[in-house]
Every structure is written in C-alpha cells, then in structure tokens.
C-alpha cells in the first residue's frame, strides 16, 4: 500500500522549531519535511511591504535545523509563504539564509524558488477576460486596484511543489501557497489518496494545535491509500478524536467545506479512530474536484499616513465619562485644525480609549465601575505624513490639558514619551478577496533553481 | 439567567482570512450544548446585533458529534484597517460570551 510520512515540525517558520521535537520526527523516518511560513494574521503592512514578520534570526534558526535534517536524510524539505507574506523579496530572503546556512554547514544540494507574486498587467487582463471572481465578503473593486496594490500575490496549490520535486529540487522555497499545498504535495505526488492528503494537511498546517499540547510544536503525518494518521512529536501531549476533528473549524468560515486551488475538502463524514495513545487514524473524507482550477489572491495597499500620541489619564472627573471627554475634545479640535487650514478631507482621527473601551468598542454597559485609569491612544490619518504630524501637534496640547469642565484649573495628563507625538509612517488595507482561474496550475507562478 | 461563557466550557473569536472572523462555543456536555443550541437568545439576529453585522450574511454551524457551535460572519472593517482595534479579532468572543443564554 502506498504511504507517505510528512514532518511538520512547527505550526509556522520562525516560531523557534524545538530541537528534540525534530530529532523525534526525523526518528519516524518521513519522506519529506513540510514547513507553512504564511499568515495575513498580522495584518496588510508585511504583504504591502514584502516583509517578514519573524526576526531573520529565528528564521535561520529554524531553516538551519530543517535544511540539516533534510540534507542529512535526503528528503525533500518543502516551505511554502516563505516568511509571512510569500512576496518575492520573502523568497529572496529565505533563498539567501538558506544559502548562508549551506556553505556554514557545507551542505550541497539543488535549491527551487518559486515565486507566486504578480503582475498587475497580467491580472488587469484576467479582469478584461472576466477570469477574475469575488469571493463572499470580498470589497468591491475596479480594474485600477491592482495597480494600486503594493503587492499582490496569489495562492499557489500543491501542483508547483510536484514540479519542483520532479525537477530534482531538495529544498523548495515558494512564494505564497495554501497552509495544505505544502503538506499535500508529496502525499497526492506518491499517488495517496487525495482527500486524505487534503484533510490530513490541514489537521497538520498548525502544527500541535490539532493535539491536546499547548501548540507552538511540531505534528508527524503519514497519509496511504485510506486515509491518514496524526501523531503529535512531543511525548506526553495526544491527538485524540476530538483534538483532531475540532481543529477543523479553527481559523475558517465553514468547516463543512474547506477549498483549495484543486477542489474542495468535505470532512463532514469523517471517521475518526484512536490506534494508540497519541495517534489518530482518520478515513471517510471527501474531496470534490473542482471544474476550474483557481488561485487566491492577495493584496494591499496604502491609504495614508498615521501619527499616534499616547497619554495616560487618571482624572476622576474623565473616567465619570470617558465618551463625553473624547466628543469634547474631537470637536475643540476640530474647529482649530479647520481654523489652521486643512480641510476634512485631508485627515482623520480617531481615540482608543485602553482600559475602557478600546479593544471591545462601542457603549460600556450600565453598571461598569469606572476604570482606575485609561490609556488614550490618539490616531491621525492623513495624506502625507507632514500633514498628520501637523495635525498631532494641533492635538499635543489639548491631549495635555482639555479638562471636563472649563471653569475649573486645568488638568494636566500624563504623557509617557518625548516628542509625545511619534510618526508611524504608511498605513495599509487588504483589497483582494478574490480568486483567479487558471489554465494551468503552474501558469501564474514562475520557478527558478540554483544549486550549492 | 447564565450567561453563554458560564455553561459553555470555551468561546473563542479569531480571524478566517481578512475579511471574515469567526466564533466558536465549545461544549462539555450533551445539555450544556443542547441549551445553548436551543436558546431563543443565541441565534444569527443576537449575532448581527452584537457584532453589528447583516443577519443575512451570518453563518451558523452546529456540530452536534463535538458539541461545538460556529458563527461565521464578514469583518464589519477589513482586518488592519485605519483604526483597527483587534488585528486578530482574537478578543471579539467577549460579546457573545456575556450574551445571555
């Protein structure tokens, strides 16, 4: 019977991979090492600049521990939304540790980078030959936002990490792909069966959150001919039926019916059997093809520049009624920005009142005592960055001093920080919630390979 | 009257994707589940009021086998906008989890 074991020793790339955890994976003898690097959990900035979200030091502490196992091995190690986002600078940056690590080590090999970032002409083209389509909940948009992406990219599905593997790569580096491509790959290209390469990658992509451990670790995958088994990579922690199967709603909107370039997973009629302490065997998975092949797109742009100024307020008379200060203050303010010259549509603002009502917004229910204390955070939002720091020293000496009540001796807040104001630079929005047909799964994403 | 955080044993909120977030109650027990299930409070129009999204667009899902319930719903604001105040939308269950069962 056709199997495949897959290691995945981390839930994401730059998270720090524990050493002894790996050393057990590389003990079950896997046929491949699958890494997801990606997220947009942190938000538009990393895609609209092409950045990392890890520190490039944790990055090459986990490429080194991966790029050793699989050299030493010889097994494939396959990472997919190199660093965060999958833009070709993210590649680039994996593809130059990656290198660094090889001639330190005096590891050789052949080495895929592919890339998933795209072309505004080539998408612009797409949208003319309507080959473009909104998903549920996605923002309206026009030909021109693709040119007003920072970057964009698009969501690679399992198809371009066969071709690297076919093409003799060791160590593939790809732009950004779906959380399961990567850890399907090699299952469904050793001919396994399909649904359960599909299922069993996404039980796998975060690592030990589908076991009854605290995350953060690794999980061991062997898909065959049936279905798969999970099993987690630290001793003492389980996958139990109700570890696995409920990871299946973590982080979707339905988890009835979870979609892929390729088609889509059903799991709703899955079997899920304990065959040990800690290992999980799960059969009866479904796996719709789809009649076109899609890809996810990605993309952000930026909308202005920001300033932020903080200021702690202990003041009993403000924490009485912390929504009556921050109207008295937007107005004041307002009429005196208005009186220096800019106009509403140049700038926004906005107050955060942490320890209020910041991270749960709206009306504070009757009955809340009154806080001890609050951190306003103030947001300005402007065109250019000038204009928004303008703006925040219009703001500096009211964020100082405007009292509740006028005929009283003014208050004097608390400022933590000098300058008070502190220039945040762009600031970005998500604009695509769109997929893209393709003719060919290798068609929207280029390969290039070097070796060491 | 218990609240959804007091009979349920675990509420949590989090992204899925940019423009969705999602919230999950996990159950104990069978009448735990059934209760909250069956509440004329805890329903897509309680969801839409206590997140200020559309009814319409709010998904519910009941997974009888885990005792686990699911609303799925668009972000009223894409993740990281301008003003966003919860980038992972990982505190957002507080609402439901003090709504009334």
């Not at chain 1, 069993?200 to 001919?225: M, N, Y």
């Not at chain 1, 889509?264 to 302490?277: G, R, W």
């Not at chain 1, 009649?291 to 909308?303: D, F, W």
């Not at chain 2, 009979?7 to 909120?13: C, D, E, L, M, Q």
Request: negative net charge; charged residues 20%.
């Amino acid at each position: 019977m056709k199997s495949c074991k897959v290691l995945m020793p981390i839930g994401a790339m730059g998270g720090g991979i524990n050493e002894e955890s790996f050393a057990a994976g590389m003990a079950m003898m896997p046929d491949v090492i699958a890494i997801d690097a990606g997220s947009t959990d942190s938000g538009p900035a990393y895609l609209a600049n092409g950045m990392s979200k890890y520190s490039r030091a944790m990055l090459k502490h986990d490429l080194r521990i991966s790029v050793i196992g699989s050299r030493k091995a010889g097994i494939p190690l396959l990472i997919g939304t190199c660093s965060s986002c999958g833009t070709d600078s993210t590649v680039n940056l994996c593809a130059a540790i990656t290198q660094e690590i090889m001639k330190e080590e005096g590891l050789t090999g052949k080495i895929a980078k592919i890339y998933s970032q795209q072309d505004p002409e080539i998408l612009k083209k797409k949208w003319d030959e309507g080959k473009i389509h909104a998903l549920e909940g996605a923002p309206e948009i026009t030909r021109e936002t693709f040119d007003q992406c920072d970057n964009i990219v698009a969501l690679a599905g399992a198809e371009p990490f066969i071709e690297a593997i076919k093409n003799g790569a060791d160590i593939v580096l790809c732009g950004r792909a779906t959380d399961t491509a990567i850890i399907a790959a090699l299952p469904l290209m050793m001919g396994c069966d399909v649904a359960a390469a599909w299922h069993g990658a996404k039980i796998a992509e975060c690592g030990s959150q589908c076991t009854d451990g605290a995350g953060g670790d690794g999980v061991f995958l062997v898909v065959d001919e049936t279905g798969f088994y999970v099993k987690p990579l630290q001793t003492n922690v389980h996958c139990t039926p109700y570890t696995v199967s409920a990871h299946l709603i973590y982080e979707n909107v339905d988890p009835f019916r979870l979609t892929e370039p390729s088609g889509s997973i059903l799991p709703k009629d899955a079997v899920y059997t304990q065959v040990d302490e800690s290992t999980v065997y799960v059969t009866g998975t479904k796996f719709e093809h789809a009649k076109q092949y899609t890809m996810k797109l990605e993309g952000a742009r930026s909308v202005g520049y920001q300033n932020i100024s903080l200021v702690g307020i202990a003041d009993r008379q403000v924490m009485a009624d912390p929504e009556t200060w921050i109207k008295n203050i937007s107005e004041y303010a307002v009429a005196l920005i208005t009186k220096s010259g800019y106009s509403s549509d140049e700038y926004s603002f906005n107050f955060k009142a942490y320890g209020y009502n910041a991270v749960i917004a709206g009306p504070v229910s009757e009955g809340t005592p009154a806080p001890r204390e609050i951190g306003m955070l103030l947001t300005i939002t402007a065109n250019t960055q000038e204009t928004a720091t303008q703006i925040a020293k219009l703001f500096n000496p009211l964020l100082l001093h405007f009292p509740i009540d006028f005929t009283k001796q003014l208050p004097s807040f608390a400022f933590p920080f000098s300058p008070v104001d502190c220039p945040r630079g762009k600031t970005y929005e998500f604009m695509l919630y769109h997929v893209v047909d393709v003719d060919d799964p290798l068609e929207l994403v280029r390969f290039e390979y070097f070796q060491i | 009257m218990s609240t959804v955080k007091d009979i349920a044993r675990y509420v949590r909120s989090k992204n899925a994707g940019p423009f969705w977030v999602t919230i999950e109650i996990f159950c104990e027990t069978q009448e735990a589940y059934e209760k909250i299930k069956n509440s004329p409070n805890i329903t897509p129009k309680k969801v839409a009021d206590l997140y200020e999204a559309d009814e319409n667009k709010i998904k519910v899902f009941y997974i009888d086998n885990l005792l686990i319930i699911k609303f799925s719903f668009p972000r009223p604001n894409p993740q990281g906008h301008k003003y966003e105040n919860d980038m992972h939308a990982g505190q957002q269950y507080i609402f439901l989890a003090d709504a009334e069962v």
